[in-house]
């Protein structure tokens, strides 16, 4: 009697470690400026190994594994094709994730959606039936760290696995790509003054633990060179708080290593279109250092902030300045150059015809209803 109680106190066991070993949840970014290249992102609750098999097909072809023992796994596979939809399965030890797929980047229309503001968990079905091959944020992914971490935990996860969750169907099948806003790095309550101790962790350790972006991940360029594409992330928001408890963002004045970073990558003109992407009032921005931050921006196509609550379309010099987010409903506070403002819950569609020359944005609600549509031309590349 006793042996066979302690064969089933171990059999328990195994299963409850076994259960813990379980592939939680599953999302895919890009960790390198280059399209062929996607990163397999999943958690599980004891550490284990990391192991993705890709394919054609769901019998799988390929296989990409890491030994290290991990919590927190992030696998990169190569996307050898164009045009396809692919088939993947991330495993930890004998656990594997159901089988998903994802879209190869086309040859003849990309589509991206950009998002902002997703303090709440609304309905997203509409942006999967725009079959988006990207999506975008411009800030705010979540309403702050320490309401689920509790104060100064600047590693803590929870809040993007419980984004992650949210949306399984969408983050497994789409790739994420993420920007920085004020919330995504809140680790105390901001209060009415600025406290004795930093209220935002400026170097976002939660936000680059979880996620494989590109460059410093705080800031980041992604390219799809077929079609002339370069996006840039800033680290730009709460910029008035500088040098308080209350900063929040990199430093942004000339001399900066962000402001460097941006006009070097700016002054290329290796791309006919550029899209920046930061979560700060445009209008605001376009001010900083004598204005040379829109004299630089505008070298692209267009921005697109996160900042307030409604969707916008303002233009200043012929350049458009958008701001989109998913809870639209609030304030607005209009930009002195606005064209088009709108207070509906709303997301962004980009879409690049290869060749056209030129990109279709969409203003969206979540109901998919077009809200606002325009145009703009690409740039002409160095030496063209």
């Given at each position: ?223 799809v060179p077929e079609f002339g594409l370069r996006i840039i992330a800033l680290d730009l928001n709460h910029i008035s708080d500088q040098g308080t408890t209350w900063q929040t963002c990199h430093p942004f004045q000339r001399g900066s290593p962000q402001y460097q970073w941006y006009h070097n990558l700016m002054g290329r003109r290796d791309r006919m279109f550029i899209v920046t992407l930061y979560n700060e009032k445009n209008s ?101």
């Amino acid at each position: 009697m006793i042996r066979r109680l302690m064969i089933i106190v171990g059999l328990l066991q195994l299963g409850g470690s076994a259960a813990r070993a379980q592939v939680e949840r599953v999302w895919l970014t890009h960790r390198t400026n280059d399209p062929s290249r996607l990163v397999v992102n999943w958690t599980t609750k004891e550490p284990g190994d990391s192991m993705v098999r890709y394919g054609r097909t769901s019998e799988y072809a390929q296989m990409v594994r890491i030994d290290e023992a991990t919590e927190l796994h992030h696998v990169e596979i190569p996307i050898p094709v164009k045009d396809a939809v692919c088939h993947y399965s991330a495993s930890t030890g004998p656990h594997r994730s159901p089988d998903a797929t994802f879209k190869a980047y086309p040859t003849d229309e990309l589509r991206i959606a950009v998002v902002a503001n997703w303090h709440g968990k609304p309905d997203l079905g509409a942006i999967l039936k725009d079959d988006v091959h990207l999506l975008l944020t411009a800030g705010d992914n979540i309403p702050g760290l320490w309401q689920r971490c509790g104060p100064g935990q600047q590693d803590c996860i929870t809040p993007y696995c419980q984004l992650i969750d949210a949306y399984p169907a969408l983050f497994r099948s789409v790739p994420f790509m993420p920007v920085l806003g004020n919330h995504d790095r809140e680790i105390r309550p901001r209060g009415d003054r600025p406290p004795a101790e930093p209220v935002y962790d400026i170097e976002a350790t939660a936000f680059r633990r979880f996620f494989a972006l590109p460059d410093d991940e705080w800031k980041w360029a992604f390219d799809v060179p077929e079609f002339g594409l370069r996006i840039i992330a800033l680290d730009l928001n709460h910029i008035s708080d500088q040098g308080t408890t209350w900063q929040t963002c990199h430093p942004f004045q000339r001399g900066s290593p962000q402001y460097q970073w941006y006009h070097n990558l700016m002054g290329r003109r290796d791309r006919m279109f550029i899209v920046t992407l930061y979560n700060e009032k445009n209008s605001s921005v376009r001010e900083q250092e004598g204005r040379s931050w829109h004299a630089m921006i505008r070298l692209g196509t267009l921005a697109i902030s996160g900042f307030g609550h409604f969707g916008e379309r303002a233009e200043v010099d012929g350049f458009p300045y958008l701001n989109t987010s998913l809870s639209g409903r609030g304030d607005k506070y209009p930009d002195p150059e606005s064209k088009f403002l709108a207070s509906e819950d709303n997301y962004l569609l980009l879409k690049f015809v290869r060749g056209s020359g030129r990109v279709t944005v969409e203003s969206k609600g979540l109901d998919g209803a077009v809200l606002d549509r325009m145009q703009y031309p690409g740039m002409p590349r160095r030496g063209e």
